[in-house]
C-alpha cells in the first residue's frame, strides 16, 4: 500500500470496535443487572474479583473504583503517612505520584531505563532512606519490568513493593509470575482505554496478604466491617455491578487480544526499523510485554511534526507521556529541576504512540508505517 491509496481514519484507541465483538453479551449482562436492581457490590463484583484474583494467580483481588483507587488504598493499608517516603518513576501518568500526595508521603522521584522505560533500579538503592516505606515500579505501556533485583533491595531494607500494574494486565514478570502479584500489592486501572478496560471508571488490588486484603476491603466501603460500623475512616472507593459484569465478559478475551496486540507490535516494529530518526520500542519477546501502548522515538525535535503529518493521514497518536511527573507545576513544591532526571526528560520529549488495539487491521498497520515512513524521509 502506498499513500496515494485512500486517506484512512484510524484512531489511536477504536472501543466502538472492541465493543462490536461483545455486544449481545454485554447488553444481556446490563439487562440481567436492571431487572435485579443490585447496582454495588453484588454477584458481578463478588465473582470478578474472584476470576481476576485466579487470573492473575493472586490469592486476592479488591475491586475498588479506579486504578488510583487501588494505588490510595494499597499505600494506606500499609500504614503510609505524613513523613515518609515513597520511591517510584516520574515517567508515569501522574495517578501513581498523586496517590503518594494522597497519604501526605513525599515521593520520591527516579529515572528510567533508557531501553525498557522502566524504573533504573540501580537508581533505587542510593534513595532508600529510614524513611522510605515503598517503593512503586510502574509496568510502563504494558511491559513487565524486571522485579528480582528490585524484590531482593526490597526485602533487605525491609520496604514493601507496591506494583502499578494499571498499564499491564497479563504481562509475564521476570520471576514467571503475572504483573501484579510480586509485591505486597498490585494495582491496576480498567479504564475504557485498558488492555482490559470497564465501560466507566474501574480498578483491582491484588494481594497474597490476608490482613492487607481484609484492611483494603474495609477501605474501600467507608472503612466499615460492617454496616454502618466504622472502626477507621476509610474511603468510597467500590467497583460497581454494571463494571463488574462488563470486564468479566472482556476477561475472556484479554490473552487473545493480547496476542492480537503482540502481532501488531512485532508488524510495527518490523515495518518500522531502519527508518531514519525513529527507535522502535523493544520487544521483550514472551509473554513480557502486553502494548498497551505502543510508542516509537522520534529524534531531532522532530516528534510534534511527525504527529502534525500523522494527523493529516487520518492517523490518531497520543503523547503518553508529555510532562514527567517532576517538572508538572502540582509537583513543583518537592524542588525538581530541570535536568534532574535526564533520560526521562530526554524520553519524554520523544515519544510518541501510534494506534493500538486488537482490532486494529495488518493494512491499517501498513498505512501508519507507511506515514512515519514518508515523514521521515522527507
Ligand atoms: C500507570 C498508571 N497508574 C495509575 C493509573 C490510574 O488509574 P485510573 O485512571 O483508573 O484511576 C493509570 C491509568 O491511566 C496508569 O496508567
Not at 83 to 112: H, K, M
Not at 185 to 203: H, T, V
Not at 263 to 277: C, K
Amino acid at each position: 500500500m502506498t499513500l496515494t491509496h485512500t486517506k484512512m481514519q484510524i484512531p489511536l484507541v477504536d472501543l466502538r470496535a472492541g465493543y462490536e465483538v461483545i455486544k449481545d453479551e454485554v447488553r444481556a449482562a446490563l439487562d440481567e443487572i436492571f431487572e435485579g436492581m443490585q447496582l454495588t457490590i453484588g454477584p458481578n463484583v463478588r465473582a470478578f474479583d474472584q476470576e481476576w484474583a485466579a487470573y492473575c494467580g493472586s490469592k486476592h483481588a479488591i475491586g475498588v473504583g479506579s486504578g488510583t483507587d487501588a494505588l490510595q488504598l494499597a499505600i494506606r493499608a500499609l500504614g503510609i503517612a505524613p513523613g515518609d517516603e515513597v520511591i517510584t518513576v516520574s515517567f508515569t501518568f501522574f495517578a501513581t505520584a498523586e496517590a503518594i500526595f494522597y497519604s501526605g508521603a513525599r515521593p520520591i522521584l527516579v529515572d528510567i531505563d533508557e531501553r525498557t522505560f522502566n524504573m533504573d533500579v540501580a537508581q533505587v538503592a542510593d534513595r532508600i532512606t529510614p524513611r522510605t516505606k515503598a517503593i512503586i515500579p510502574v509496568h510502563l505501556y504494558g511491559r513487565a519490568m524486571d522485579l528480582k533485583q528490585l524484590l531482593s533491595l526490597a526485602a533487605d531494607q525491609n520496604v514493601a513493593v507496591i506494583e502499578d500494574a494499571c498499564q499491564a494486565h497479563g504481562a509475564v514478570l521476570d520471576t514467571g509470575k503475572k504483573a501484579g502479584t510480586a509485591g505486597r500489592a498490585g494495582a491496576f486501572s480498567f479504564y475504557c482505554s485498558k488492555n482490559l478496560g470497564a465501560y466507566g471508571e474501574a480498578g483491582s488490588i491484588t494481594t497474597d496478604d490476608d490482613e492487607l486484603a481484609d484492611s483494603m476491603r474495609q477501605l474501600r466501603e467507608h472503612g466499615q466491617v460492617t454496616r454502618y460500623y466504622h472502626p477507621i475512616v476509610g474511603y468510597n472507593a467500590r467497583l460497581d455491578e454494571i463494571q463488574a459484569a462488563v470486564l468479566r465478559i472482556k476477561l475472556k478475551r484479554l490473552d487473545r487480544n493480547n496476542q492480537r496486540r503482540r502481532e501488531l507490535a512485532r508488524m510495527y516494529n518490523e515495518l518500522l526499523a531502519g527508518v531514519p530518526g525513529v527507535t522502535t520500542p523493544e520487544d521483550p519477546g514472551g509473554d513480557r510485554h502486553v502494548w498497551y501502548v505502543y510508542a516509537i522515538r522520534m529524534a531531532g525535535g522532530k516528534r510534534d511534526a511527525l504527529r502534525e503529518a500523522l494527523t493529516e493521514r487520518g492517523i490518531g497518536t497520543q503523547i503518553h507521556y508529555p510532562i514527567p511527573v517532576h517538572l508538572q507545576d502540582a509537583a513543583q513544591f518537592l524542588g525538581y529541576r530541570e535536568g534532574e532526571l535526564p533520560v526521562t526528560e530526554r524520553v519524554a520529549n520523544e515519544v510518541l504512540s501510534l494506534p493500538m488495539y486488537p482490532e486494529l487491521t495488518d493494512d491499517q498497520v501498513t498505512y501508519v508505517a507507511d506515514a512515519v515512513k514518508a515523514f521521515a524521509r522527507r
